[in-house]
């Protein structure tokens, strides 16, 4: 139990183009769900916390309108990076939560920017 | 901010135990958390301790917590080549929303 997906694994795109990251809690209801985001042989950093049906929760310094954050069920994130650059190109990965005890990671997508 | 602090690296040999340490500074901690991350994956759930717990055992594992010195280890027996990977320390406060502060986590190496 306890699976979380994410969709894509990874993805190339042309700067300025816009790309859509989907998480989901496959076996169970994700109340709140993380974005964190990780650079090389780093820890991750949280970007994001979002809850079903409400706004999510930025971190300071990360831009809510560059990082677009859907929270619609509660099994379904999405984060949407819009008009991607260089500096963008990262490994993205999403959490899930049900309980407020544990938090389920998913597989990560690998995003590079052109 | 809260720290989470973790040693960068660990080499140990195929079939000893291995002991990766972490310390936190949040005294209102509620739970803390280990997990393993594997190269180009997300992190895996390997066991997790509430903050009124001294020790918990699970297989291969086990998790001891010393809360006056902020002090959380994990302790891996008979510790194989598949255990080779980066472990992650995590800290889930009081009132943190769910919210997880994350060492920087520990590369342990297993070697033959």
């Known amino acids: 139990g306890a699976v979380v997906s994410q969709h894509p694994s990874w993805v190339i795109c042309k700067s300025g183009t816009s790309v859509k990251i989907e998480c989901r809690s496959l076996?169970?209801?994700?109340?709140?769900m993380f974005w964190y985001r990780q650079f090389p042989k780093q820890s991750l950093m949280l970007m994001a916390t979002?809850?079903?049906?409400?706004?999510?929760?930025?971190e300071q310094g990360v831009e809510k309108d560059k990082f677009l954050i859907n929270h619609a069920s509660l099994t379904l994130s999405t984060l949407t990076v819009t008009s991607a650059h260089p500096e963008d190109s990262s490994f993205y990965i999403c959490?899930?939560?049900?309980?407020?005890?544990?938090?389920?990671f998913g597989p990560g997508t690998r995003l590079l920017v052109l | 901010g809260e720290d989470v602090e973790q040693s960068l690296f660990l080499s140990v040999r195929e079939g000893d135990s291995s002991v990766i340490n972490c310390t936190y500074t949040d005294s209102s901690s509620t739970y803390l958390y280990w997990y393993k991350q594997e190269p180009g994956a997300g992190l895996q759930l390997l066991t997790y301790i509430f903050s009124n717990m001294d020790m918990k055992q699970d297989q291969r594992l086990t998790v001891l917590l010393n809360k006056k010195d902020k002090h959380l280890s994990l302790r891996i027996a008979d510790t194989q080549t598949g255990d080779s990977a980066i472990y992650f320390c995590a800290e889930k406060g009081a009132d943190s929303w769910g919210k997880l502060q994350f060492g920087a986590g520990t590369q342990v190496v297993v070697t033959p």
């Open positions: 959490s899930a939560s049900g309980d407020q005890e544990t938090q389920y």
């Open positions: 076996d169970f209801q994700a109340t709140t």
């Open positions: 979002s809850n079903e049906g409400s706004k999510a929760t930025y």
